[in-house]
């Protein structure tokens, strides 16, 4: 190969080493945002975790009391008063009689009422505040504010189909990013080999040049 020939060789040598420089580092940025997707992915799942649901007591025909999920319309049926913050940050108390006032106020619709999640979004971000009925020393019937720890008749367990649902998402969405990481690495590896042939061939360039321009010298000198 011709001096000239290997000059041309290795610019392009050069030009496609900083290519190759240039989408290895492409790459490594990529993985690192796929590294912040995960903890994404964990956050969302670590959420799902904690999520719980208000589940209201009732007794049966025969006595026994069983928990089911609650809404805010069953709330209401059980004979409690709600307090909950409006939209203008403002708190209104409501009771079965006056629930319908709710959507004007807060914008709460009547359907989300009987929505299990409506009720349990509302406590998860404290926007409500529970009064039960009871008697007074006197017999009179009165509200008593109450919270879920203490009421006997309300408690808060996991959501266990959202967790089914965010278990699901969190398996897949993983796969996804153990098969784009998979990929990385391959693709890194693959660079990383043409890199050094190319690296290889380069200072094979480099030590021929040299060694034609010192035979040249010598001729001269």
């Given amino acids: 190969m011709g001096l000239s020939a290997s000059q041309a060789r290795l610019l392009n040598l050069t030009s496609r080493m900083h290519d190759i420089e240039y989408k290895a580092q492409n790459l ?14 964990y956050q969302e799942y670590e959420n799902a975790l904690n999520k719980q649901k208000v589940q209201l007591k009732h007794i049966g025909p025969d006595g026994s ?7 805010l319309n069953e709330i209401f049926e ?8 409006t939209g203008d940050g403002q708190w209104k108390t ?3 009689d006056t629930k319908n006032n709710i959507e004007g106020d807060t914008g709460i619709t009547k359907a989300a009422l009987d929505k299990v999640e ?17 008697k007074d020393a006197n017999g009179n019937d009165t509200f008593t504010e109450v919270n879920i ?13 959202e967790l089914k649902k965010a ?11 153990d098969a784009k990481d998979k990929k990385f690495d391959t693709d890194l590896a693959a660079l990383e080999q043409e890199r050094n042939a190319i690296k290889t061939e380069i200072d094979t360039l480099k030590t021929v040049a040299k060694d034609n321009v010192d ?5 001269f000198s």
């Fill in 167 to 177: 278990e699901a998402k969190y398996e897949a969405d993983m796969r996804k990013i």
């Fill in 118 to 134: 409506t009720l349990r979004n509302m406590v998860e971000a404290g926007f409500i505040v529970f009064r039960k009925p009871t």
């Fill in 94 to 96: 409501y009771t079965k």
């Fill in 65 to 71: 009391a069983n928990y089911e999920d609650a809404t």
């Fill in 78 to 85: 059980a004979g409690y008063q709600i307090t909950i913050q």
């Fill in 149 to 161: 720890a203490t009421d006997t008749s309300l408690q808060e367990v996991q959501d266990e189909t």
């Fill in 215 to 219: 035979r040249t010298f010598k001729l």
């Fill in 28 to 41: 490594e940025a990529q993985k690192l945002q796929m590294a912040n997707e995960s903890t994404h992915i």
